[in-house]
């Protein structure tokens, strides 16, 4: 999937884009808007997940805790209309996968309806139901393990995940259930190497990862983290460009050119 689409990417071909198979790694960034999806999808990136990290990168919450179904759906549909060749999950936020199947399934397909072309929910086996709920409604699913942001208060902060054998057998184990449950992909996040390692080689799926090493069959940045724009450089993310920097720059120019009335001139002007 390395070489420009000819055609939009779809599930099947994701859910077969193992790298010990023979293909390149998957892709995958944030976009949470039709400017960022445009761009992100010019880039030839294989899907764009509009994560429930809008909450802290873009509408300025500590966690993501606090978007709902309703937000998601909106940005969702601001990254459809963009109409991208890239695969478009939509994340679904916490407490809408929560409480029991039908409302789980309900909310997948508003995620659907609003144009994403599946979903992604964080959590293990204890995730397992909703995963086949949603499957069974015809909605594919991408699983989300380890250092899953919605369980930032169960676990004491952003930290990294699955350090123990134990730990790390129990994370394999809910990768397991994720995917007999119907996943076709799994995201994997904050964990030790060689626990990425062990949840590429125990799935037939694809993983992608966050801050997971380099074994997974593919990475997951957010957009503004490697364009230099969140403020925030963990230690998992590469930045790739320092556009922050350059948009104060350019704001501060139009500033300084209308206090000295240089902007507008005359070709901007209407006559
Ligand atoms: O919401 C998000 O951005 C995510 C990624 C960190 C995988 O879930």
């Not at 390395?2 to 099947?12: D, K, W």
């Not at 929910?121 to 204890?126: M, N, P, S």
Request: hydrophobic share 50%; glycine share 10%.
């Amino acid at each position: 999937m390395s070489e420009p689409r000819s055609a939009p990417v779809t599930v099947p071909a994701v859910r077969t884009a193992k790298v010990r198979d023979g293909h390149a790694p998957l892709v995958m960034v944030t976009a949470y808007d039709a400017p960022g999806a445009r761009i992100a999808d010019a880039a030839g990136v294989d899907i764009l997940l509009v994560g429930d990290s809008v909450a802290n990168v873009v509408l300025g919450y500590e966690d993501t805790l606090q978007v709902t179904v309703d937000d998601m759906a909106h940005h969702v549909a601001a990254v459809a209309r963009a109409r991208p060749g890239a695969l478009i999950v939509g994340d679904l936020p916490w407490m809408s996968y929560h409480v029991d199947t039908a409302d789980t399934v309900r909310n997948a397909a508003r995620l659907i309806r609003a144009g994403a072309q599946c979903v992604k929910l964080e959590g293990g086996a204890v995730r397992a139901p909703m995963v086949e709920a949603i499957t069974d409604a015809e909605i594919p699913v991408m699983g989300h393990i380890g250092l899953t942001p919605q369980s930032v208060l169960a676990f004491g902060g952003f930290k990294v995940q699955a350090r123990d054998d134990g730990a790390a057998r129990m994370l394999v184990e809910g990768a397991r259930a994720l995917v007999d449950a119907g996943a076709f992909a799994v995201v994997v996040e904050g964990v030790p190497e060689k626990v990425g390692a062990a949840v590429t080689d125990a799935l037939d799926v694809p993983t992608i990862g966050i801050g997971a090493g380099p074994h997974c069959d593919g990475q997951v940045l957010v957009l503004h983290d490697l364009l230099g724009i969140s403020g925030r450089t963990p230690k998992f993310v590469r930045r790739y460009a320092e556009l922050a920097d350059q948009a104060t720059a350019a704001v501060a120019a139009f500033a300084a050119d209308v206090r000295s009335g240089a902007f507008p001139a005359d070709a901007e002007v209407y006559h």
